[in-house]
């Protein structure tokens, strides 16, 4: 027997099994073809599977890279109130106050030492001013946009446009819904690492001689801190009674703090909240403060 019959021979199984497998394949075909809502049939997924590294890398991303553009955008607004501070009163903190505070704010924010440097020799050459804008949000609600820029005339139109695309706009009187009030901001932990509860910080606030105390949360560094609010001559007169008290500052700063505040409904909630992180990725804008409950 010739070795091409043998083989020939011993493949026909083989084709046999071959052929069966094309039909039965033709046969099934209609059935997986079938529409997806058929009760008889399930779906067909082909998609491949996910290598490991995609899924945490997209997770990573999602996380990360908000946070790192939010921390850019940040550093970006310290460094315009540092050029600010310096073209007011100097580049000499020990004389200048209201640089020493941003000073501080910077540092609380870890934003990087050549940087800070970097925007306080640069401030003797800013062109920007500062610009106070008072707004209506959605329900009522008051905003104070506070602006550094070098262009005023665009800076309003920006403000403007953003505001009315989000059901909001420009109006007189908004400044009367807030006081002007020394924040103290300081760590959740006291010096020796324990959490300072709210009853805690409302017992020393009395004793320090600020008005009042709330918790909040600082996103980019992810920590609880403790906001003590007085009045602003009595400012670091508070701060050093904090410290002494065994509390751990970590800046100061002026803010517009609200003297009445209004409930917003859900829709109007979602509206606002809308429209106050629009303002805040706007690059010139370097506060807002509302009277949203």
Not at 194 to 206: D, G, K, N, S, T
Request: glycine content about 6%; overall charge neutral; charged content about 25%.
């Amino acid at each position: 027997m010739s070795l091409p019959s043998a083989m020939g021979r011993a493949a026909a199984p083989y084709r046999c099994r071959v052929l069966a497998s094309v039909l039965a394949l033709k046969e099934l075909a209609p059935r997986l073809a079938a529409p997806a809502h058929c009760s008889s049939c399930r779906a067909l997924h082909t998609s491949g599977a996910t290598p490991a590294g995609h899924n945490k890398w997209s997770k990573v991303k999602h996380i990360k890279g908000p946070r790192d553009a939010e921390r850019s955008r940040l550093f970006q607004k310290l460094a315009m109130l540092l050029r600010f501070a310096v073209k007011e009163g100097g580049p000499n903190p020990d004389l200048n106050t209201n640089l020493a505070n941003i000073i501080e704010q910077c540092r609380s924010k870890s934003m990087p030492k050549a940087s800070i440097e970097a925007a306080i020799k640069g401030g003797d050459k800013g062109k920007s001013s500062y610009l106070l804008y008072e707004a209506r949000g959605p329900g009522g609600s008051a905003l104070l946009i506070e602006v550094l820029t070098d262009n005023a005339k665009r800076a309003y139109q920006d403000i403007r446009l953003i505001l009315s695309r989000n059901g909001a706009q420009m109006s007189d009187g908004a400044r009367h819904s807030f006081d002007k009030k020394g924040v103290i901001t300081v760590s959740g932990q006291d010096h020796q690492q324990r959490p300072v509860a709210l009853e805690q910080a409302l017992e020393l606030a009395i004793e320090a001689g600020a008005q009042d105390v709330w918790e909040d949360e600082e996103e980019e560094e992810e920590r609880a801190v403790l906001k003590f609010v007085c009045e602003v001559p009595s400012l670091h007169q508070v701060r050093e009674k904090l410290d002494s008290l065994g509390l751990r500052s970590l800046s100061t700063a002026l803010e517009f703090i609200p003297n009445a505040r209004v409930r917003l409904s859900d829709e109007e909630m979602e509206r606002a909240s809308q429209l106050l992180a629009t303002l805040g990725d706007c690059q010139e804008v370097i506060r807002v403060s509302d009277n949203i409950e």
